[in-house]
């Protein structure tokens, strides 16, 4: 998998939420889909890594980080390849959050719903 180019990280960027994941104790192939995983393998392993993050304590740091970094794979606080992709184009890129907290705060509804029971099939 290739990795993020530094020019993506945020300046401000740091690591140590990383080692209070609850991702730390689950199977790292939940939150990357395999090459050409569609439809419902990749649903079902979608809603089994959001579920993982929904009990995750440092979820909102998580997520603020992929939006901030852009980053395009995986599951990362709670949120699809796909839930991101659709904060990078509601948001001009003139506006696009910069600094820790910003991404969050740009994408605070999209964040609460990323683990809401509609998203991990608990509600239909």
Not at 6 to 17: C, H, I, R
Not at 34 to 45: M, V
Not at 50 to 62: F, G, L, S, T, Y
Not at 80 to 92: D, K, M, N
Request: with cysteine.
């Amino acid at each position: 998998m290739p990795q993020q180019p530094l020019s993506q990280v945020p300046a401000d960027a740091t690591w140590e939420w990383q080692e209070q994941g609850a991702c730390r104790e689950a199977d790292p192939e939940l939150f990357f889909h395999p090459q050409n995983e569609r439809g419902l393998a990749r649903l079902r392993r979608d809603r089994a890594a959001k579920a993982v993050c929904a009990r995750c304590d440092v979820r909102i740091e998580c997520a603020d980080y992929s939006i901030r970094s852009r980053e395009p794979y995986g599951v990362w606080g709670g949120l699809t390849e796909e839930e991101r992709e659709r904060i990078y184009v509601r948001i001009a890129l003139a506006q696009f959050p910069r600094q820790r907290g910003e991404g969050a705060v740009a994408a605070a509804e999209e964040i609460a719903n990323a683990v809401s029971a509609t998203s991990l099939g608990v509600v239909s």
